[in-house]
C-alpha cells in the first residue's frame, strides 16, 4: 500500500497534529479495539495504530518522508509509529494483514489473535508467495492445533489453540438436550458470488470453484437430516438487505419442512449456537 495524496485527502478522517503518546500496549488496527481492551487493566495504557489510514499523525509522516525521500509507504509508516511509541505489547486480531508481519517490534512481544476463517485465498496466499521471507511474532492465538502448525510454516513464534475470542465470552448451556426436536446449526459463508459463480472470488479462482464442495455437502445434510429425523438452522451471513436472496439459495438445497433459516443478528448470533 502507497501514501496516494490525492486520494488520502478525500478518505482521511481526520489529521492528528501532536506526536502519538508513548503507550505499553499498541493496537494494530481499530476494529476490534472493543474487544482487545477487555484483556488490559488500564484503558489509558491502550493506543491505536490506524492501519486504514482513517486517523494519520502527520508528525510521523512527516519524519517518514524526510527519512526516505518521499517515497512512502503504508508499512514504513506503520513502523515509524511503533518505534515512536515503543509499547511493550504490539497486538493485532486482523490476522490477514501481511504488514503486521513485516513489522518489528524493537521494544517489546509482537501478538497476534486469529479474527476468522483463514483460507488459501487468504492471508496463506500472501505468506506462501513471500516464503523466503524471515517473519516473525512472540505469540500467536490461533483457532486451532491445525491452523497453528500452518501458521508456523510460514510464521517464526509460539501458538496456542484457544478457539475463538469472540464466542469464548459466551457461556454454552444445555438447553436442545432438553427440546423434543433436535436439531444442527449451520453457519453460513454466502457471498452474491454464490449465485453469479463466473464471478472471481480471488485471484484467478472462480466461485463455481470455490463453493463446489459445500455445494455438495449441502446436498448429502438434506439427506442426513430426513434420514435421522433432524432439524436444521441455518445461521444467515446477512439481515435484512439480502437476506431473502440468501434465504432462496439454501431453500434450493433443503426441504422446507427441516430447515430454519435464522437473520443476522449481532447480539444473538452466538444465543443460537450455544443455547
Do not use: W
Not at 430426513?226 to 426441504?255: S, T, V
Request: charged residues 30%; contains cysteine.
Amino acid at each position: 500500500m502507497n501514501f496516494d495524496f490525492p486520494s488520502l485527502l478525500k478518505k482521511i478522517v481526520k489529521f492528528e497534529f501532536s506526536p502519538p503518546t508513548p503507550k505499553k500496549i499498541l493496537i494494530y488496527d481499530v476494529s476490534h479495539y472493543s474487544l482487545l481492551k477487555k484483556f488490559f487493566k488500564n484503558e489509558n495504557q491502550i493506543g491505536i495504530l490506524h492501519t486504514r489510514l482513517e486517523v494519520i499523525n502527520l508528525f510521523i509522516l512527516l519524519k517518514c518522508i524526510f527519512k526516505i525521500n518521499f517515497k512512502l509507504k503504508a508499512k514504513s509508516y506503520f513502523q515509524e509509529y511503533v518505534n515512536y511509541v515503543r509499547p511493550k505489547i504490539l497486538i493485532t486480531m486482523v490476522d490477514n494483514d501481511i504488514n503486521f508481519y513485516k513489522i518489528k517490534c524493537p521494544n517489546g512481544k509482537k501478538i497476534f489473535i486469529q479474527n476468522g476463517k483463514r483460507t488459501l485465498f487468504d492471508i496463506f496466499y500472501f505468506l506462501k508467495k513471500d516464503f523466503n521471507q524471515k517473519y516473525h511474532v512472540d505469540k500467536m492465538f490461533v483457532h486451532n492445533y491445525l491452523i497453528g502448525d500452518l501458521y508456523q510454516k510460514y510464521i517464526k513464534g509460539k501458538y496456542s489453540a484457544i478457539g475463538s475470542v469472540n464466542s469464548n465470552f459466551y457461556k454454552i448451556n444445555n438447553y436442545a438436550q432438553n427440546q423434543k426436536d433436535k436439531y444442527l446449526t449451520y453457519i453460513s459463508s454466502f457471498r452474491k458470488g454464490y449465485l453469479s459463480k463466473d464471478e472471481f472470488v480471488f485471484k484467478n479462482i472462480k466461485y463455481r470453484d470455490y463453493i463446489k464442495f459445500e455445494e455438495k455437502l449441502l446436498g448429502l445434510l438434506n439427506i442426513y437430516l430426513k434420514k435421522k429425523n433432524l432439524k436444521l438452522n441455518i445461521l444467515a451471513k446477512f439481515d435484512y438487505q439480502d437476506f431473502e436472496i440468501e434465504k432462496n439459495y439454501y431453500l434450493n438445497y433443503f426441504d422446507k419442512r427441516v430447515v430454519n433459516i435464522i437473520k443476522k443478528s449481532k447480539k444473538k448470533k452466538y444465543f443460537h449456537v450455544f443455547r
